[in-house]
């Protein structure tokens, strides 16, 4: 019983739609040489340029290779402005999707929040777009979904 119950919660794992996102530092695949192409298409400036989202590809044999990045300024006291990055994933076992529409992106401002920025992504499945929705707080650093 308990290998079916757990056969079963593996399979469901597996079926169940990678609608949710985690929010990460920026791992070291995270290199220019790893940001989709053409760039024009594939990141995003905000906020007078202060936050650039962009699309990674981090490993073009697979359909679902890519990961989102922020670059976002973080407070300073040591004579900054400096920036941080910021991964966006999609949550389960691969961590990445098919890809993120960045020239597609839209943001608002929201005074308690930050730059809320929405961003369509395609999973390789199959299974259309869904939007993953994150606020940046120049303020404090940070880097939220909503």
């Known amino acids: 019983m308990k290998r079916a119950l757990?056969?079963?919660t593996?399979?469901?794992a597996l079926a169940a739609?990678?609608?949710?996102?985690?929010?990460?530092?920026?791992?070291p695949e995270f290199t220019p040489m790893t940001i989709t192409e053409p760039?024009?298409?594939s990141s995003q400036a905000f906020a007078n340029g202060a936050i650039r989202i962009f699309e990674v590809f981090i490993d073009p044999n697979v359909a679902s290779g890519a990961a989102l990045g922020v670059l976002h300024p973080v407070p300073s006291d040591a004579g900054g402005p400096f920036r941080r990055c910021t991964a966006i994933y999609a949550s389960g076992v691969t961590r990445f999707f098919g890809q993120a529409f960045i020239n597609q992106a839209t943001a608002v401002y929201d005074a308690?929040?930050?730059l809320i920025i929405t961003v369509p992504i395609a999973f390789a499945d199959g299974s259309g777009t869904r939007p993953v929705t994150f606020a940046v707080n120049q303020a404090t650093g940070t880097?939220?979904?909503r």
């Open 6 to 8: 757990s056969t079963l």
């Open 10 to 12: 593996a399979i469901c």
């Open 17 to 27: 739609p990678a609608s949710a996102f985690v929010v990460d530092e920026c791992g």
């Open 39 to 41: 760039w024009e298409e």
């Open 112 to 114: 308690s929040a930050g």
């Open 143 to 145: 880097v939220t979904l």
